[in-house]
């Protein structure tokens, strides 16, 4: 185990939102539920944010499927909202999404949310470390065997019939894999997800590895989502604008 904290790139304050609510503006936000708990500690008191929806985890596993459904959630908002921050990463399919969006649109640039709570630069280095690494943020700690276990009933009804159990389901599925990497939000109380964490690493005989994330990244992107709700105000409306990404 080694504990490797992570310095934040966007300067101590980058985990507070640095426009400050109160301007008239009306924001939405439409993110994958891993974000729900960084996200929440952003925007709980925001008076700026007026609809917020956090989307099933899995949509990414069907790439058209994610990409249609996050644009009509978007869309969905026109004329309700001045901007939309989008809380996804590229995730498969979303590189070019915001271009399809008829609201102001922030997309948070990185691989997926992995990428976004590490940052790009430190999820290389992650990787290039260990390739063979399952990534547990306190979300996915959480889903556990439990989650794994319906992804194999669902794609494997029959797995009884043919002798199939969920230790064999996870061994295939993570073979090549070696260590678990469990990443602190550094919102607290975690003790549980970290215990959980440790469980499913001794189980799959994988080494366990923490280290710290950061929520610079929801940060700029509320932040940016701001500047582009208030850009939309000055020119006269979102058909000059065009969607962003949040670095």
Known sequence: MYFQPLVNMLGEASDECLVRPGDGMKIGVIACETFERGLEHLIKDDRDIVHKEYLEFGLHEHPEVLKKTV????????????????????????????????VPTVRLDADDCIGVLLTPAEYEKERKMCAGTMYHTPYFARMNREWFEKEMRKKMPNYEEVGIDIDWYLRVMFDGYSRVLFIDDRLGNVQECIDMSKQFADELDLRWECREGTLAMLAKGIERTKELAKAKGKVGGPSQLQGISAQ
């Open 71 to 102: 644009i009509e959630k978007v869309n969905a908002l026109e004329g309700k909202v001045d901007a939309v921050l989008l809380g996804y990463g590229i995730c498969n399919s979303l590189a070019e999404v915001t271009e399809e969006m008829r």
